[in-house]
């Protein structure tokens, strides 16, 4: 795809000026430049000739724009004039003869635009079929058209090219731009690939594990699946930046969720290993509940002097522990700590939160405690579903000790007032309207203001259970003490 010097001076520039043309090119399947598509921009021809000599040095020293290049006939990709209907704009909820609106693509609209793309000769085939569906374009959408298109063999290049210009949020989409080299790689077009690559690695856009599935994890024998990895890793060495950064980690993903372990582990030995990497395929290996080999990659990382750090042990905790493996996660974490990693917030959530959701408070308390002593501050979550975990079970008088009484909530100044609401609240949901307000009066005698939305259900609630002089006294406190706040408040300022 790159034009070089000699190609410009040998066809450009020593040319009689009487037969200058403007230059005609396209992608052909193997990647070269043929003399089918010319090069446009979006509001008219750009004609290669001796006159624009800077035009030409700039252009021989970079890849040609992939926006630009457009069908022979098509001497205009934009115009004023064009007979092209304007981009489809509906309503969300209705279309204009007042159907439900639907925002996917029926299947005959996703045909017709695969026959477009098939027989694609520079007319306006194309731009018609797109244009009419451009609103409800999507890139899941696209992905479907895309996976026709792959099964024949057919490549979407003139579509991707009419989403350049016509749908640029979608462009900047990972999972799209994914889409188009994938594309490349079923019909076996690297350079055309690379130069895609090369213009995604300008704009610094990535890729995603999509954009491999092309290779031929299971169908083929593991000598071949290596040699067209090797393959493709040349084609990302080769373009560098964004590209190649994120095409490693994708190809990696692609081939765990296709449980090609062993061809993940190949292409971090060509390649680099990283903790980046490591971490991609023990989420897999967890995803996948293959807990021991988890632990094994672990091991491969310290001997590859690839240390784990304290995220990559979280993660594996929170799976175990997300399949009730509870035995297995504290083995997991005390071989972290004799590692050196220490337990940082996240890892007494995961065991706090999971313990008392199972109703094993008093491991639940055991672990805050344990967070406390190293100084880490619990966020409101973790005592919140320490509290929901005594109040589901029954356990009231427990939660109201904790919630209200404890020092260990009472050393968190900042938590005390969410727990206060989250316990009214609670009570106020079960019918026990009147625990809910003597909850609120306890939190306005220690200083603290109701969350406005909690005070008026119970407000009203006691109103519509015929309690009014208890809801006007709940009325009078809280309007005395907003009242109070506000003369602090103004003390403070004056």
């Known amino acids: 795809m790159q034009i070089s010097k000699h190609f410009i001076k040998k066809h450009i520039l020593d040319r009689p000026s009487s037969v200058q043309k403007p230059l005609h090119y396209s992608i052909s399947s193997t990647g070269s430049l043929s003399p089918d598509y010319q090069i446009t921009s979006p509001v008219l021809q750009i004609c290669v000739c001796p006159s624009a000599s800077g035009c030409i040095t700039s252009f021989a020293h970079q890849m040609i724009d992939i926006r630009f290049l457009r069908p022979q006939r098509r001497l205009f990709s934009i115009t004023s004039a064009s007979k092209l209907p304007p981009p489809e704009k509906i309503n969300k909820r209705h279309n204009v003869k007042g159907k439900q609106f639907s925002s996917k693509l029926t299947v005959k609209e996703r045909a017709l635009i695969v026959e477009a793309i098939k027989h694609d000769d520079g007319g306006s085939s194309l731009d018609w079929q797109l244009n009419k569906v451009a609103e409800r374009l999507s890139v899941d959408c696209l992905s479907q058209i895309f996976s026709v298109l792959n099964g024949q063999r057919v490549s979407g290049l003139p579509m991707f090219i ?163 493996k509870l035995a297995e996660a504290l083995s997991v974490c005390e071989e972290m700590k004799n590692n050196g990693n220490h337990p940082n917030s996240l890892t007494f959530d995961i065991f706090i939160h999971f313990t008392a959701r199972e109703g094993m408070l008093h491991a639940a308390t055991e672990f805050l405690n344990e967070m406390i002593n190293m100084g880490l501050e619990p966020r409101f979550s973790t005592h919140a579903v320490i509290i929901k975990g005594f109040l589901h079970s029954g356990r009231l008088e427990e939660s109201k000790e904790y919630g209200i009484d404890s020092e260990v909530v009472e050393y968190h100044q900042r938590h005390r007032n969410m727990i206060y609401c989250l316990l009214a609240c609670f009570h106020q949901q079960k019918g026990d309207i009147l625990r809910a307000r003597i909850i609120l009066i306890k939190m306005m005698d220690k200083s603290l203001r109701p969350n406005l939305s909690v005070y008026r259900r119970v407000f009203n609630q006691l109103k519509n259970d015929g309690h009014e002089e208890l809801a006007r006294d709940l009325k009078n406190r809280f309007s005395s003490f907003t009242l109070e706040s506000c003369v602090a408040v103004t003390a403070i300022t004056t």
């Open 162 to 324: 009419w989403v350049l210009n016509m749908k640029r949020d979608l462009y900047r989409n990972s999972n799209f731009c994914s889409l188009i080299i994938d594309n490349c790689g079923w019909l076996g077009d690297y350079e055309t690939m690379s130069s895609i690559l090369n213009d995604l690695k300008s704009k610094n856009l990535c890729l995603t594990s999509k954009a491999f599935s092309f290779l031929p994890v299971l169908n083929s024998t593991n000598s071949l699946l290596m040699e067209s990895i090797a393959k493709l890793i040349q084609v990302l060495d080769k373009v560098g930046g964004s590209s190649r950064s994120s095409g490693i980690i994708g190809m990696i993903e692609m081939l765990c969720k296709s449980e090609a372990f062993e061809m993940a582990d190949f292409v971090m030995n060509i390649t680099e290993r990283k903790p980046q990497y490591y971490k991609v395929v023990i989420r897999e290996k967890c995803k996948k509940c293959h807990f021991q080999d988890a632990r094994k990659t672990l091991e491969d990382m310290r001997h590859f002097l690839c240390e784990p750090d304290v995220n990559i042990y979280n993660y594996l905790l929170s799976s175990l522990c997300k399949n009730r």
